[in-house]
T-cell receptor
Framework: EPEVTQTPSHQVTQMGQEVILRCVPISNHLYFYWYRQILGQKVEFLVSFYNNEISEKSEIFDDQFSVERPDGSNFTLKIRSTKLEDSAMYFC??????????FGPGTRLTVT | DQQVKQNSPSLSVQEGRISILNCDYTNSMFDYFLWYKKYPAEGPTFLISISSIKDKNEDGRFTVFLNKSAKHLSLHIVPSQPGDSAVYFCAASSYGQNFVFGPGTRLSVLP
């Protein structure tokens, strides 16, 4: 069964450093998403991406964040200058035209 | 502003009995609802969905009920199994835009 994959599973970085989180969505899916979950809190929407552009973003998704689909298979989330409060699980999700989103296993980002 | 609420942070049920997880929403524009299950250190796994044109959707042991007038939905698991122990998230969307997640309910199914 096709699935969304994410790398790395765990990323440790120092405050102020740039990180890139990678996702490979399910191949025939058209819509892509990033969510995050801070430990003990709910899953929060960050950004959605369709037709090579951002279709919606939350207030969390400020100028420090960017997304790219560089090669037609990968979908990346970049955080330019990480802060302590960026420490969270980051989930990528994708979907076809139907509404069910399928999530990857997540990347745990730890900012020290 | 919590648009999607799951007022029970945790629920314990005996194996074989019914588990009922509740979810309330405030945005009347929501027209599609999903339930996800999440194990520790894993991504959410899609369980079942329902659109606002229906009031019930069933898939095996899982049934979701939607009461639009009350802005309430519930997930029924019957019979509950120990492997169902996880955190369950309700999520809602308007016209397939980004989904708003509830805070989750931790279900423990006791053997």
């Amino acid at each position: 069964e096709p699935e969304v994959t994410q790398t790395p599973s765990h990323q440790v970085t120092q405050m102020g450093q740039e990180v890139i989180l990678r996702c490979v969505p399910i191949s025939n899916h058209l819509y892509f998403y990033w969510y995050r979950q801070i430990l003990g809190q709910k899953v929060e929407f960050l950004v959605s991406f369709y037709n090579n552009e951002i279709s919606e973003k939350s207030e969390i998704f400020d100028d420090q964040f960017s997304v790219e689909r560089p090669d037609g298979s990968n979908f990346t989330l970049k955080i330019r200058s990480t802060k302590l409060e960026d420490s969270a699980m980051y989930f990528c999700a994708s979907r076809e035209r139907i509404y069910e989103q399928y999530f990857g296993p997540g990347t745990r980002l730890t900012v020290t | 502003d919590q648009q999607v609420k799951q007022n029970s942070p945790s629920l314990s049920v005996q194996e074989g009995r019914i588990s009922i997880l509740n979810c309330d929403y405030t945005n009347s524009m929501f027209d599609y609802f999903l339930w996800y299950k999440k194990y520790p250190a894993e991504g959410p796994t899609f369980l079942i969905s329902i659109s606002s044109i229906k009031d019930k959707n069933e898939d095996g042991r899982f049934t979701v009920f939607l009461n639009k007038s009350a802005k309430h939905l519930s997930l029924h698991i019957v019979p509950s199994q120990p492997g169902d122990s996880a955190v369950y998230f309700c999520a809602a969307s308007s016209y397939g835009q980004n989904f708003v997640f509830g805070p989750g309910t931790r279900l423990s199914v006791l053997p």
